[in-house]
């Protein structure tokens, strides 16, 4: 079962909607811009368990992703580059 905040939310943007990635960040950027930290409270107290741990795991991963990337883990570093003389 979706969150019904995201139904609401997906019947008032469709018409809006061209299918694309960005479109979808734009708009849960709009909304992250408008609610309290209250209002994020209430609604992730409306979700379900799955929903909670499906949230929380992409946050999980993305963070991992985040300081891999500052961490420079999995790019090619100058020391590990064969040397040419």
């Known amino acids: 079962m979706q969150m019904k ?28 811009d408008e609610l309290s930290r209250r209002d994020v409270l209430k609604l992730i107290g409306e979700m379900t368990d799955e929903e909670l741990l499906g949230m929380f795991g992409l946050y999980v991963l993305e963070s991992l992703k985040a300081k891999m990337a500052r961490e420079g883990l999995g790019a090619t570093r100058p020391q590990d580059a064969p040397r040419v003389h």
């Open 5 to 32: 905040f995201i139904d609401d939310l997906y019947e008032y943007y469709k018409d809006r909607l061209t299918g694309d990635e960005e479109d979808a960040e734009a708009v849960a950027m709009s909304i992250l």
